[in-house]
Structure formats: C-alpha cells, structure tokens
C-alpha cells in the first residue's frame, strides 16, 4: 500500500490507480486551468469519405489553414491514424488562442500524427446497423451484448457479489439484458478496496485498439476511483497490482478513462516515460524544484478541455482508442469519443499543454510553477515491438476512502448522495477500426 505524499503546491491530482489494491490517494478533482493562455486549437482534420471519424484518413490531406489570429500553427490535414486513403480535408488553421498565446497560424500544416480516427473505412456500427453479425468482421476481436448470458469474458464466467447479468428490456440500452455492477458503502465497510470488474485478453495482440460500450450510472453517487481499463504489454505482462510503478518500456503499458466528481473524463496513464509527482519538471532528483521529498510514480494524468459532463440515469456511449508508438518514436497516440464526438485526442503535436509534476494540463495551467503551454510530445509508449494491445476491463474499482470524500463533497453541492454505486454496460466491442456507436436496424 502506498499513499501520495501530501503536496507542497496546491496542485489537483487524479487518485492512484490503486486497481486491487492501495491506499491513502485523494479523490479526483477538476484541475484548475484559470488564467493560463490557451493557444488557438489547430485545426482538426474534416471527416474522411467513408464516414470515418474527422481527420481519419491517413493521408496528410489538402491543409486549408486560413489565417487564424494568434492560434496555434494550423494542424489542418491532419494524417489519421491509420488511413487508407479517403478524402481528408485539412482543417483550419488554429481559431483566434488568447491574445499573445500562440504562434499565428498563416498556413494549416500537415499533422504529424493525425487526429484520432479510424482507417478512412467508416464505422462499423455503420455497416452492421444493430450490430447484426458484427462480430464476424475481420476487425473485430470481441462482442458481447450479453444477450446470451455469461461465456465471453475470461471472467467472470457467472454472476458475482458485484456484477450481476439482468434481464429487463425497459431497461437495456438494446434487447433484454445488459451487465449491472453494484458496490455499496455497506460491501465498502467490510472490504476497503473492492473492484467490480469484467476481463478480456485479446486472441490477438495489435498495435491499434478501439474499444466500444455503451453505459449508464444509476442516480447520484461517487464515480468510481478507477473505471475503464486497457492494457498493452508482451505475452507474459499483466498491468494488474502494479500502482506507484514505472512499467518497462520492453514489458508493457496500460491506461484508465476515469471520471472525476464533476462527472468529467480523464486518462490515467502508465508508460515507461510516465513523469513523477515528485518535482515540478516531472523528474525525481532531490533538491529539484518544487521537491515534494518523496518519489512516487501514480498514473499521469491528462484531462480534455470543453467537456460536458456525463448524463446520470440515461445510455450513453464511449469509445476508447490507443495506437502503440514505433519504436524510438513518441507518435503513441490516445483518444476517446462519447456519443461518437472526439472529446479526447492526444497525439504527437496536439494539444498545446502545460506539463507540470505528472499531469499534463491542456491549454496551461496558474500555478506559479506552470510554464508557458507547448504542443504535445505524444507518446513514447514502448521500447520493443513485441509490446502491443491485449487487454480489455470493465474495472469499477473503488476504495473507502475516497468514497467517503467524494460523498461528502457532492454533500456539500447540496446533492442527495446515494450508498449504492451502480452501472449498467451493454453493447460492448472491441476492434482494431473505428467502431461508432450502434446504430438502429
């Protein structure tokens, strides 16, 4: 078990991904992002022709960067992720960032990396409305509607104190079952630590990973400490119990999509050039800037800019991505949808941020130690090929403690805060392009 040490800056952290089991790390909170100057967002890419996500097509596209007044340099014509052709518009220049922000965008240049999207080939949902026959596309490593109870995840293979497959088709986001998991402050007074949690490992690993759900939360109630779950890594890595650890870039890397009190997303990451929440740089040294006096290794964090929060006792659906970096490159790339709009992009070039300790702060941060905001390195995920996408897990993981104070804090909005944690899955695959949404038959 390891706790956080107490900060010497007020500095807002995530949590410790503490997935079965650690202690002592406060609950999320939103990061202030007051005062700081936001360069102009680049331009990001159009939608490639075959209805795939904006910018996904891999060709750098006709970059059509009007002249934005002190964005950010145009990152119009973006390359997508893996595109197959298709036609990308490039697009515009960085739109007006605070006055004095950014460099001014004349041109759209061509992205680096590309903005998150599929292969120019469209959504899957698409072609298979209702996801009829879906799973037997080629792409696809995994499908379940839970239609036809337990049997496709590796576990858990029944009903369990936790989850619990029901039928009801009032309540189902389609069909008549869905996936319910249920903790509450009574299963949290008997156990500190209790992950509510489904797992899958891919028959296949692959560089590129898109990952699809719909889900719902049940009334007002703490969010999870940790939620969604992907990892990378060899054959033999597991990204279990592995919290305050700095992976090997030859083993394995794994990230989180959490949300915080505020019902907002974030992304909690573990690489090998994962940065420590030690000194203000990120580093570890002793004597640094901001010495905090201890060195620990919790996920980095990295929180989208313009979010809505989530919706409470309605469907909705999220879409995860993670594409491996080459090795020796940092073009690692992360990004997630939610009702099928790009909420998430970070890639080689995007977003312009502020890093500071271990979170990246899009658009900059106020503390007195944050830097003037800089375009995103991207990832640097892996130092061997043989590190590649594996694992898929419906993780709710929760701890006592910070249930105890996310309640008392949604007490003090003036909430009525339920004891009961419940959510609900459905609809869930997982494939190697752009999924989107199902769709109606």
Known sequence: MHARPPLLLPLLFSGALCWQGCSGDPAPSTAAQGG????????????AAGGGAAGASGQAGAAQGGGGSGGASGQGGVSGSSGQAGATQGGASGASGQQGGGVSGSSGQAGSSGQAGGTGEGLLSEKYPGDKGIEADPSVLFHDDFEGGWGKWDLPKNDTKYLHLEEDGGLAHTGSRYLRSTVTREHLDAEQYISSATHFTFPTR????????????KGIAPNPHHWFRMTAGTEAFSGSGLANTVPP???????????NND?????????????SGRCNDGTA?????????????YGNTFRPLGQTPF???????????????????SDGQLS???????????RPGYPDGTWLRDTFHPGGCSFSACTEPKPFEGFDFRTSDDVRFKHVSLDAYYQRDTFQSKKEALQAKGLTVSDEQTLYYDDVVVATRRIGCKKPQ
């Open 336 to 346: 997630f949808w939610v009702n099928d709009q790009l909420v998430g992009d970070f």
């Open 206 to 217: 692959v560089d590129q990973v898109f990952w699809r759900f719909h889900v719902r939360v």
């Open 263 to 275: 019902d907002l997303f974030n992304f909690y990451v573990y690489w090998h050039k994962m940065r």
């Open 36 to 47: 700081s100057t936001q360069a102009g967002a680049g331009g990001n890419g159009g939608s």
């Open 285 to 297: 040294v002793p004597g640094c800037a901001g010495d905090q006096g201890t060195t620990y290794h």
């Open 311 to 329: 919706p409470r006792d309605a469907w909705y659906c999220v879409e995860i991505m993670g594409k491996a970096s080459t090795v020796g490159q």
């Open 249 to 259: 870039g030859d083993q394995g890397f794994w990230f989180d999509l959490d949300a």
